[in-house]
């Protein structure tokens, strides 16, 4: 194999896997697929931007190869004219870019005063950020939840975002760009969604080992859906009727659980360190998106959280491994008590 032959194949490998990456049918985390309006004037920008970018590489590119046919050393022929210093062309590849970049700075800065201001609030929510989930909390509604955001269609929503840990980073990649969260800030930040649907999104600051398990949706819905939705998750958790699994995961829970998590009606069940429980059954997902809200995973999650996503919380010491210290049926009782909470 030529010596230029390993580098060329590798090239041509990765040329391929990128390439093959751009066929997928599915992009549920696209920037250049905007649904919202800041996402939509952010891909505007980008677009601006890269096509300054592309003129730019091709003038270059065009230049450099021009030079190198045209200066190619040929037989027999001496050491070619030198020359050193041509203001003229010095002032020019000054002036140029200078000029390229203006052009490019205009619109980038209006457009970062253009949303720091949101148009006319509808709603405000605040959002901690945690190793590694979400927590969402809408002041004007009285509702807490975690990692499943749900926002009215056509609404301006204002963020107030901050962190309970680490710094993490709040990305919609198609209802707008990112924006750290950090402990001890609160950062604003505002979206809209233009049409109904649920929008994936993710934490987007390396955070610890589970940072790409850090997702949430978000669910937009026209209003009326958005109202029932708020209902209810005010609604306080019902308490199951006595003698029932449920009943039997009630009294797990409060021993286990409630120094941690909090379910509205569920007395004592105040904690704070995990997410809100809730309407835990109303969720698609746990643990942050890892995997889909059904009764076997849930199981699996109360058995042994690392099962599922190592190094989180509930993993950790002094918290015992609830496989360790519950029996499978207690285990399943508590999961059909947290299940249930709808
Ligand atoms: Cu939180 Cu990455």
């Not at 807490?144 to 749900?150: I, P």
């Not at 710094?167 to 198609?174: E, G, L």
């Not at 698609?284 to 889909?292: F, M, R």
Request: with cysteine.
């Amino acid at each position: 194999m030529s010596p230029f032959g390993r580098p060329l194949l590798l090239l041509v490998f990765v040329g391929a896997l990128l390439l093959s990456m751009a066929c997928s049918p599915s992009d549920p985390q696209n920037t250049l697929a905007a649904q919202g309006i800041v996402a939509k004037k952010q891909q505007d920008l980008f677009w601006v931007v890269a096509a300054w970018a592309a003129g730019v590489f091709v003038v270059v590119e065009a230049l450099l190869l021009f030079t190198l046919w045209r200066f190619r050393h040929r037989p027999g022929q001496g050491e070619p004219h030198q020359t050193h210093g041509n203001t003229r062309l010095e002032i020019a590849w000054t002036i140029a870019p200078a000029l390229v970049l203006i052009t490019v700075a205009v619109p980038t800065v209006s457009l970062l005063w253009e949303l720091a201001e949101p148009p006319r609030v509808a709603m405000d929510v605040r959002v901690t950020g945690h190793q590694w989930w979400w927590e969402f909390e809408y002041p004007g509604h009285g509702v807490v939840t975690a990692n499943e955001l749900h926002i009215p269609v056509g609404e301006t929503v204002q963020f107030h975002l901050t962190s309970a840990d680490v710094i993490h980073s709040f990305w919609v990649p198609k209802l707008a760009g990112k924006m750290d969260v950090i402990p001890g800030k609160t950062n604003t930040f505002w979206i809209r969604a233009d049409s109904p649907g649920t929008y994936f999104a993710q934490c987007a600051e390396l955070c610890g080992v589970q940072h790409a398990n850090m997702k949430f949706r978000v669910i937009a819905q026209p209003r009326d859906q958005f109202e029932q939705w708020v209902r209810a998750q005010r609604t306080p958790a019902r308490q199951p009727d006595p003698g029932t699994p449920e009943a039997a995961g009630l009294e797990v829970f409060r021993t286990n659980c409630i120094a941690c998590h909090t379910v509205d009606g569920v007395p004592g069940a105040v904690g704070k360190v995990g997410p809100n429980l809730t309407h835990f059954g109303s969720r698609q997902t746990l643990a942050a998106g890892v995997v889909e809200n059904n009764l076997q995973n849930l199981e699996t999650w109360i058995a042994d959280t690392s099962s599922l996503k190592p190094g989180v919380e509930m993993a950790r010491t002094p918290m015992p491994r609830f496989n360790q210290t519950l029996t499978p049926e207690q285990i399943q009782a508590v999961a059909r008590f947290v299940a249930g909470l709808r």
